[in-house]
Structures are given as C-alpha cells and as structure tokens.
C-alpha cells in the first residue's frame, strides 16, 4: 500500500461525522465520563484503569523494514523487524476497526518545542481518554501554530486497543502491537490499553530524526535554575527523573524527553508523564498539586465514596502513572527551551546496595556509564517486572533508540567537551544492603547531593575512591549522614559488600563486552578496575 492510498484512506476516516478532531479538555471529560471510561477523583482529575497492560510491552515493539532505513537502524531485540506486507495488513485490519467505531477522537500537534526541528504528529484513538493523554502529554499548538500550514507530513499514530492481532496470521509475538513505519510516518498500536505506548512511540521516532540534524535526542528530565543553569537528568523510569526535576528553586523545561542543538535544549514534549506510587504533597508537592481537572490517573485505586486518591495503594500496578500539561506546574519555563547544559546527572536505582549515592566523573567515566545505562527495571514498568530487575539501558532509553548507541554517545562526548559540562552519578536505589535487606535511599538525601552538585558545592571537595569502580565520592555533604556517601560503611557487613559489589562490576565488565566500536580508553580508565 502506497503513502498516497494511507493518506486518502486516513482523509476519508477523518470526513465522518463520528470523528472527533481536537476537542477541549472539558469535551473530553464528558466524553470519558458519558462512555464509562474512566471517573473524576476528588480534584477533577480523570481516573482510568488499563486491564491486563499496566506498562509497556517492549517484546511487542516493531519496525518495518524499508528500503531508505534498513542500513540505519540498529536490529536486534529491541528494533524487531516486521516486513511491509505485515504493516499494510494489520495496517487495513485497523483502520476498518476505526471506521466501524461510534466514535473516533483526533488529536493534531507537535513533538519538540523548538520551532526549527518541532515533528507535526496527528493522534487517532478508540479512547477518549486516550485521545485527553495525548492532548496533555504532546504539544498543543497556539493560534499561531493553527493558521500555519506545515509543509512536513505529519507522523501518524492509529491507537485501536480493544483491536487484538492474530499471531499466526499478523506476524507479531502476541496479540499486542506497536510498529513503526518510518517511511509510512505510521504508527499502529493495538491490543494495549496502556497510553504510554503512544508517548514513547514518539519518542522512539525522534530518537530517529533528530540525530539526522545534528540534534542529540535524550531521555533526561531538566530544569534551569534563575541563573539560568540548565541540568539534566538521565535515567529509567523509576530512578527520580520526574520527582528530582521538580524544584520548587529551579524552572521545570521538562520531565522526561528533550533534545540538544546548537541552540541549546528543548522538551519534546508539553506535560509529564509521572509516576505517582506513595505520592504525597509533603514529598512531591509540585507533581501532587498538577494533578487537577484535566490530567489523568492510570490505575490509581480511588476510595469509593470520597473519590480521594490512594497513591500508596498498590493493588493494580506498582506502575501507578500521572499525565498532565507542563502548565499543571507553578514553576515552567515557558517556551520549554533553555540554554547549553552545565551539569548533568545520571540517575541509576542500584538494587545491589553497592553504588556511591553520588560521585563525579571524569569525561571517560561519563562515556562508559553512559553506554552502560545500569539501572534495576522497577516493578510495573515493564509487563512481568514484579521487583527490581539488573538492567543495562544502553544511553538510559536502549527500548527507544532506533540508531547504533555509539551515535548518541559520541554525540554527547563531543557537547560535554564543547560545553565543559560536569557529570556526576546518582544512585537513588539501596543503601545498606542489597534489595530486600537494604532500604532505598532518602528522597531527602538524594535532594541535598543534588543541590551541592547543582551549586558547585562538589568542585573541590575531599573524596574518597571506591575501590571497584573508581569512583571519586565526597566524604561530606550538608544534610547526609557521612557512612551514607560510602556504601561499605553504611553495611552491616563489609566482607558482604565487596562481595555483592565485585558481582556487579562483573556484570559491568560483560555487558560492556558487546561495544567493540568505542575507544579503549573509555574501556581502561571509564569501567571497573578489578
């Protein structure tokens, strides 16, 4: 099927009088409402529950092979191949379910707030609270925007999720689906109610693009402080990208998905997609009050009588999601771009107890936890992640990256130098044992590192190395305990410690293994040392 038959096909869905284009967000509510898709909470905001798939479903994820991106993408386990004849089945299969719908809810607007390499996106849902997700999470155009005719096409995400695929006779794993199809700008999603599909879908399509214009896309929250220093803030779902951004002494540029030019960085997004499990206004005060009459709860268990939300219940997931627009918080940068960075942090949750709570890097470093991405999956985030799961994310998104990793990498080597930017790792996973007989760090400590590393306060300090990793840590930081900055002090046992510390360096050193194309260097002086 030709990009010219999908467009007429997708313009003729668009001319019935059941679809809905760009409602409001209160024609949205009363659509979510009159369907019984979800209920209002107790502040307005929309609560709906997504079944069996209360996280993504990365095993379900395909790319269509085409002839002017074979040679481009990185296949493997993560950028699974589909063929053209597959896409274009399913691809009618889903549009004939969107047709035959009494309704159908279109949202049109952008990916990327800098106007010069901003992406025209059009999302097509079943869902209207599908369609209320997108409409917070992507960016809504201005007046502005509405009166001028983009002479890009648009990338197209068709959303059917009660739409379940045929393995047999599909080509997928299950009967859920998210393929991509680059040269088509289309994306099919089916059999999942889980939203966040369409998010990181988007995400996955620039991680493509941008690096074709020199833009070095990035999965990292950030903010600026009144200074105007910006930071960012890598890491998996779950390690405090969100909840560390969200100062009330810095501007939020966003939460999770940016990009870095020569201009400086932008947020590809326009809200936050945060997670919201044991969320308390007395932790998270910025995220707990965004959550109002127009964002969205996914599985959030709600009392029945009160409509209260019980952010602590964790009954239907672990996974427990917040959507709402940048605008939500008191505190935005409005556009959300900013300057050059002068501080980054890499964020991993260390179920083995043995990481540093924080420690500068030195720009070897830097590359070799970058390209290693450590972090433990956290429960809920991936379907069957029950507990914390040893992961290596290669550049902190490995699931959403469609390129070589050492494109993104060598990327950012060369803006750290240019940008003389300073690196620091956070561990906000265990401390004083590993998971199951250590605790997670204070939210309170991981702050006051933060903020010293954010304020220059790290600069010239006394440290002290870890043995295994080389890792510089400081020896005191205001507001942390000191046996905290040293995980062998804060063990019951140290001989457990070098113990469970040298079986995660070996993981370190195998997984590090499958980088044949990076410079020794990073090797000797970035990893390990035993």
Known sequence: MSTIQMTANLNDLMKKNNVHRNLSVAALVEKVLERKEGTLTSTGAVKAETGAYTGRSPKDKFTVIEPSTKDLIDWGNVNQPISVEAFDQLYTKVMNHLRNLDEVFVFEGFAGADPSSRLPIQVVNERAWHNLFARQLFIRPTAEDKETTSSEAPFTILSAPSFKADPSVD????????????????????????????????????????????????????????????????????????????????????????????????????????KCIQLSREKEPQIFDAIRFGSVLENVVLDPITGEADYNNASLTENTRAAYPLQAMTNIVEPSVAGHPTTIVFLTADAFGVLPPISKLTKEQAMYHFLSGYTSKLAGTERGVTEPETTFSTCFGSPFLPLRPTVYAEMLGRKMEEHNVQVFLVNTGWTGGAYGTGSRMKLSYTRAMVRAALHGELTNVETTQNGLFGLETPTHIPGVPDHVLVPRFAWPSEEEYEKKATELAEKFKENFKKFTDVDENIVKLGGPIV
């Open 171 to 274: 080509g997928t794993r299950s009967e859920t689906f998210i393929i991509v199809s680059f040269e088509r700008r289309t994306i099919l999603i089916g059999g999942t109610e889980y939203a966040g599909e369409m998010k990181k879908s988007i995400f996955s399509i620039m991680n493509f693009l941008l690096p074709q214009k020199e833009i070095l896309p990035m999965h990292c929250s950030a903010n600026v402080g009144y200074e105007g220093d910006v930071a960012l803030f890598f890491g998996l779902s779950g390690t405090g990208k969100t909840t560390l951004s969200a100062d009330p002494d810095r501007r939020l540029i966003g939460d999770d998905e940016h990009g870095w030019s020569d201009n400086g960085v932008f947020n590809i997004e326009g809200g936050c997609y945060a």
